[in-house]
């Protein structure tokens, strides 16, 4: 049976990237490269296969996903060539796509919850899927104060009686998730299922959970460099680090509160990898110019034996759906599997994907995937 793959933010530039890239896999018009699930270490991992992949979502906006397939075309995000082949899929996906919730909706929030939850449900009927895993790829939504009613499922339950709005919409999706015994992923810094009542709930129905933000460009090498620096025992003294974000995401960064969240997910890194924690200050920019691509330029001084002083620089020139959309395939094919085989609460082997790891502080990228790839090829295969 196929597992739904729901996809928060289902038009934009890595969720239409995740629909294109993962038919033209499916349908062998595009190679694998990116797919860390289709290397040979995850070979004997038993995963759902790329066809088995039934995509659909919310969003807020209604721009057809052809017309945002063409526009990533014209970025040079997807090659021009497979769009015609993929375009049918697409057109399916289109149509399953449900309005989803904005912070201002004038809606009741148990209203709210159970619509969401009903669009997942018959999600999962019309298309006679195994179960679903609902994967945030929405914007980035402010940061903001924790509500009390969040500390418990008894305290949220009572203020959605109440119908007080103490759920951010990425919450509003995780908890139509979780209250189904749906996955949920976050790959954004939102607060998606990170509250204690979203866990406790979790725990209730036995569902899946991991996030969050996705790894994919200057937090990525951070983890993969810091490591050399401890295990040569070389004194970071400090990581200064400029990024530069065009596309939807970086516009989205230009909202204080949305920059904070994202400013915070990247935080955690450095301190959990290095013993002195150095100062490392985070910017990050909106260069419209950019389109699709990032830049990030690291400067990094470092100190040797006898004191001596050292540097490093790097730039980074990432296309940030590029890198996005295959992660997202992996965690759907592997939060899938997980639930195929009886894994519940949260998932800390996902670590590996995220910025900002949920139930772990292992920030080294080599140990994350190698906890990854115990992990994945060890669950029991298909019953
Ligand atoms: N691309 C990367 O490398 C990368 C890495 C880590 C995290 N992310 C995160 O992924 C997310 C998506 O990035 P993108 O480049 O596709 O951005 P984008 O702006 O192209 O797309 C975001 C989509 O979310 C929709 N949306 C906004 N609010 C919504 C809501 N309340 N409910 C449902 N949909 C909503 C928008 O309409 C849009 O279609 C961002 O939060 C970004 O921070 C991306």
Not at 5 to 19: E, F, K, P, Q, Y
Not at 62 to 76: C, I, N, S, W
Not at 87 to 109: C, F, H, K, M, Y
Request: hydrophobic share 45%; glycine share 8%; charged share 20%.
């Amino acid at each position: 049976m196929a597992i739904g793959v729901w996809l928060v933010g289902a038009r934009g530039s890595v969720a239409c990237t995740v629909s294109a890239g993962a038919a033209a896999v499916a349908a062998g018009v595009a190679e694998t490269t990116g797919l860390v699930t289709e290397l040979p270490a995850l070979a004997g991992a038993a995963l759902p296969a790329m066809g088995e992949l039934v995509i659909g979502g919310h969003d807020v906006i209604e721009v057809p996903l052809r017309k945002r397939a063409e526009d990533l075309a014209h970025g040079g995000v997807l090659p021009t060539a497979a769009l015609a082949a993929v375009n049918d899929d697409l057109d399916r996906v289109d149509a399953r796509i449900r309005p989803g919730v904005t912070s201002d909706q004038d809606e009741r929030l148990a209203d709210t919850l159970a619509r969401l939850r009903a669009d997942l449900d018959e999600f999962r009927a019309a298309n006679d899927l195994e179960s679903v895993v609902v994967i945030n790829v929405a914007s980035t939504e402010a940061q903001v104060a924790p509500h009390p009613a969040q500390r418990s499922l008894d305290d949220l339950r009572r203020a959605i009686d109440r119908d007080q709005r103490v759920l951010p919409p990425s919450s509003c999706y995780a908890h139509a998730a979780l209250s189904a015994g749906y996955g949920y992923i976050d790959f954004t810094p939102s607060t998606g299922s990170r509250l204690p009542a979203l866990h406790e709930l979790a725990t209730t129905t036995g569902a899946v959970h991991a996030g969050r933000d996705g790894k994919t460009g200057e937090t990525l090498l951070k983890s993969a460099l810091a490591p050399m620096f401890a295990d040569r025992h070389l004194r970071v003294r400090s990581w200064a680090a400029t990024n530069l974000l065009g596309g939807g995401d970086g516009l989205a960064l230009t909202d204080p509160g949305a920059l904070a969240a994202k400013v915070s997910s990247k935080a955690a890194t450095l301190g959990a990898i290095l013993s002195d924690e150095p100062d490392a200050p985070v910017h990050i920019h909106y260069l419209e110019d950019l389109g699709e691509w990032k830049t990030s330029w690291d400067h990094i001084s470092f100190e040797g034996f006898l004191g001596t002083r050292m540097r490093l620089q790097f730039t980074w020139e990432g296309c940030d759906s590029a890198l996005a959309a295959p992660l997202v395939i992996d965690l759907a094919r592997l939060a899938g599997a997980a639930q195929r085989h009886g894994a519940r609460g949260p998932l800390p082997e996902l670590a590996f994907f995220f910025k900002d790891p949920d139930g772990t502080t292992e920030h080294r990228l080599s140990r994350q995937f190698d906890r990854l790839c115990h992990w994945a090829t060890t669950l029991p295969s298909r019953p």
